[in-house]
């Protein structure tokens, strides 16, 4: 055993020393020859802007890896790559930002080597966080979302649902961002609630009859194509069939009616324009209403908005009241707050405006995919829910073509003549038509010569729904016994149930008929200490790097164990000090085995175990079986609750100091089997913390135990099994002996003394068989007579 003397431990020496060890062996490396049991890992692969990594990162990635490193403690043959999503929006905006660039005054291609650029450097980032807090990657099996190896599997999979008539091309109105100037999907989307005004406006039938609708939108008067009323509004029953003019703009629309209306709210008559939202559409689409597109791609006013053409929405709005009050058609105004669809990447609210797209079908499967929910293994079980929530409120199939420069091209050209799609050849792939030519000379379709390229890119989701299939591929010419689709664990936080979770089940339906992955971990959010989301929007956090180089990263992966599963968690500086002073108190606890077990070999000493040995013996195995459990059902929490309660409470506070005289004491049988004890728990102690605190267990593991386990790592060692002891002592009221110690640690606290005070005769409160613990409680508490 080694015996380190220094007066102060070097956390980040330590951490340094074993993180480099950990590379130079290749410990997390997986082993395609292994007979052992897989366990397939498919880690969610973060954007590589890595600018706003904050302690929220670190829970969510920590707290999966904690169930890896027991798995693999298991004996399971864990494959854990890890893979960066560097395509998509964010990356886009990312580098706009650092580069102070507009992609659209650039070419495309400068844009693209720019953003090659930044996720080439993103990714370094996140491998030297995941480095320096332990995450076991193997990062010999890593990949990107735009690689070739997942732009060809993507291409290969819109080939295929295109097939099998799952993937189909349409010209319909979708929701738009008119700040990101792109389609977007309903995944895309997030509540906002919004002060805002319904303002209350007089429109005359032809007849000249006064009709008041209320709207929180008067932009919108110039795409306005109907007016709906209630069939039981007796108000407006004479009203249906007849027209109205629309204010300020003269146009004459339709009077309709329909069930969906409630007469209660506003006014009871609807204001249909195409498009403000889902009602609009619905009804343009049942009651196949004229069109009236208002706006511009970039969100601004068009011709048919007439004097207020090229204004943006608030601008256009803000004018066409004034106009109206001018007019006399305004008649009031309240003041409200309601629910408005933004995009989640921006906070812009959506539009919706009419484009071809490219759709994957979503919405007529729903009972499909719900059975598919009801076969995973959801932890926690309650987080079923949220998927089922957001399949129920499927309203449009999945949008997956972007109007963006960096992503994965859909391979996919078009007859200049018909506009059928000619898709690339599965033997060509990846392909990028804008450079590419296509794979035909002549169309199928109508036998034309010319054709021109898809521009647009895949939604990232499209990219990363096929990840299960990514780290399959990296890994294909390796002769792997065991098969490696389906994963066997998906973690990721509870937000992307809705498109990670949900885009990789419709992916695998429609592929392959099965599941992609059997049990889903899901994580909660990073909390601020006020409890507000940690997020680069609100700056509420320390960066990540500055946080591990400050507090060490077995301290604040102990942190990260303080959520239950699936819980948000609060940032806090207490627990991260807790969790030093458990790093420390392992140390120090070993610094005194050192101390104490030098002379001391193991197996070649006779034992006889005492009352305390078999209670200590007991307690582990309960701490233990705790711990087991917990882990088998991703309850790290509670792991560190069961292990910090023996190790602080039983083990330390009592086990150790009730056997302290017997290590002094001439009694060598009795000495060696308090060593044995203590030498053997321990291990089992740190074997238990490993996976929470993976740099210090390694110390201790390599410092006190490496020459009897011969393992080159603590992370290779097996998990702890149930202590058997043979013995006949029975300790079902060793709480008596607590209580007893508690008792005279209370009395010389309350009279000064130090808790080594020697003293004469001393009568206990507590009821104690004495006959059998007294000699026990007189020795470590010295006292010379108890009574």
């Not at 659209?104 to 080597?113: A, D, L, N, Q, V």
């Not at 010419?477 to 809705?498: D, G, H, M, V, Y």
């Not at 946080?547 to 819980?567: F, N, S």
């Amino acid at each position: 055993m080694t015996n380190n003397k220094k007066d102060k431990y070097n956390l980040k020496e330590i951490e340094e020393r074993w993180k480099k060890y950990w590379e130079e062996k290749q410990i997390y490396k997986f082993d395609s020859n292994s007979t052992k049991p897989l366990y397939v890992v498919d880690t969610p692969p973060p954007y590589v802007s890595a600018d706003h990594l904050h302690a929220g990162h670190i829970m969510s990635y920590s707290q999966a890896e904690f169930v890896v490193r027991f798995k693999r403690m298991c004996g399971f043959n864990v494959y854990y790559p890890m893979g960066f999503d560097d395509n998509g929006l964010p990356t886009e905006r990312f580098v706009e930002k650092k580069y102070k660039v507009d992609k659209s005054k650039i070419t495309r291609s400068k844009f693209i080597k720019l953003c090659l650029k930044e996720t080439k450097e993103g990714s370094k980032t996140y491998k030297k966080l995941w480095n320096d807090l332990g995450i076991s990657v193997d990062w010999s099996k890593t990949y990107s979302t735009i690689d070739p190896v997942a732009t060809r599997l993507s291409q290969w999979s819109l080939i295929d649902l295109y097939k099998k008539g799952a993937l189909y091309r349409s010209e319909n109105p979708i929701m738009w961002c008119t700040s990101c100037q792109t389609a977007l999907a309903q995944a895309d989307l997030e509540d906002q609630e919004t002060k805002s005004k319904m303002n209350y406006i007089n429109f005359k039938t032809t007849d000249g009859e006064n009709l008041t609708i209320a709207t929180t939108r008067p932009e919108l008067l110039p795409a306005c194509v109907a007016l709906y009323t209630s069939p039981k509004d007796l108000r407006y029953k004479n009203l249906v069939g007849k027209e109205a003019i629309v204010p300020l703009f003269k146009h004459k629309i339709p009077i309709k009616e329909s069930c969906a209306v409630d007469p209660e709210k506003g006014t009871g008559l609807m204001m249909v324009c195409t498009w403000g939202d889902q009602e609009d559409l619905e009804k343009w689409r049942v009651d196949k209403l004229s069109t009236r597109v208002l706006f511009t791609k970039d969100g601004k006013l068009n011709e048919l908005g007439k004097t207020y053409c090229g204004l943006t929405v608030l601008r256009a709005r803000d004018k066409i009241i004034k106009s109206l009050k001018e007019e006399g058609n305004f008649l009031k105004e309240e003041k409200i707050v309601h629910t408005l669809n933004v995009h989640e990447r921006c906070g812009t609210p959506i539009e919706f405006f009419p484009s071809k797209q490219w759709f994957i079908k979503t919405t007529d499967l729903k009972k499909t995919w719900l059975t598919y929910g009801k076969k995973l293994n959801w932890y926690p079980k309650n987080r079923k829910k949220d998927y089922d929530l957001w399949v129920k409120s499927l309203k449009w199939d999945w949008c997956i073509s972007r109007q963006r420069y960096y992503g994965v091209p859909l391979p996919v050209w078009y007859c200049s003549g018909c506009e059928e799609p000619v898709f690339a050849k599965i033997k060509d792939l990846p392909v990028n038509p804008i450079e590419d030519k296509p794979p035909f000379k002549k169309c199928p379709k109508c036998k034309g010569g010319e054709f021109f390229p898809e521009k647009d890119v895949m939604d990232t989701w499209t990219t990363s729904s096929l990840t299960p299939l990514i780290i399959k591929e990296l890994i294909k010419k390796e002769k792997i016994k065991s098969e490696i689709f389906p994963a066997t664990l998906r973690p990721n936080a509870f937000e992307i149930i809705r498109t990670w979770d949900f885009y990789t089940i419709v992916k695998s339906h429609y592929h392959f008929g099965k599941l992609p992955f059997r049990d889903v971990m899901i994580s909660g959010h990073g909390l601020d200490e006020g409890g507000k989301k940690l997020g680069k929007r609100w700056g509420n956090y320390i960066p990540s790097n500055q946080l591990v180089e400050e507090y060490g990263a077995d301290p604040i992966r102990y942190w990260a164990t303080g959520a239950k599963l699936g819980q948000n968690l609060r940032f806090s500086f207490d627990e991260i000090k807790k969790g030093k002073k458990t790093v420390i108190k392992l140390l120090n606890v070993a610094r005194f085995l050192e101390m104490n077990l030098e002379e001391y070999v193991l197996g070649k000493c006779k034992l006889r175990y005492e009352y305390v040995d078999i209670w200590i013996l007991n307690e582990f195995n309960k701490a233990l079986g705790m711990s087991t459990t917990a882990f088998k059902n991703y309850n790290y929490s509670k792991v560190r609750d069961a292990i910090d309660g023996f190790f602080w409470s039983r083990f330390t506070d009592y086990y150790i100091e009730l056997v302290k005289y017997r290590l002094r004491g001439e009694n060598e049988t009795s000495a060696n089997t308090a060593k044995y004890v203590l030498f053997t728990i321990f291990k089992e102690i740190i074997k238990i913390y490993a996976p929470i605190l993976p740099f210090i267990t390694e110390e201790l593991y390599q410092n006190i135990y490496r020459k009897t386990e011969k393992l080159e790592s603590i992370h290779l060692s097996d998990w702890p099994i149930k202590i058997v002891h043979r013995s006949s002592l029975d300790v079902m009221d060793f709480d008596q002996v607590i209580q007893a110690i508690n008792e005279i640690r209370g009395y010389k606290s309350e009279n000064g003394m130090s808790l080594g005070t020697r003293l004469e005769k001393y009568k206990l409160k507590e009821k104690v068989n004495l006959k059998k613990y007294g000699e026990l409680i007189q020795n470590a508490t010295r006292i010379k007579e108890i009574w």
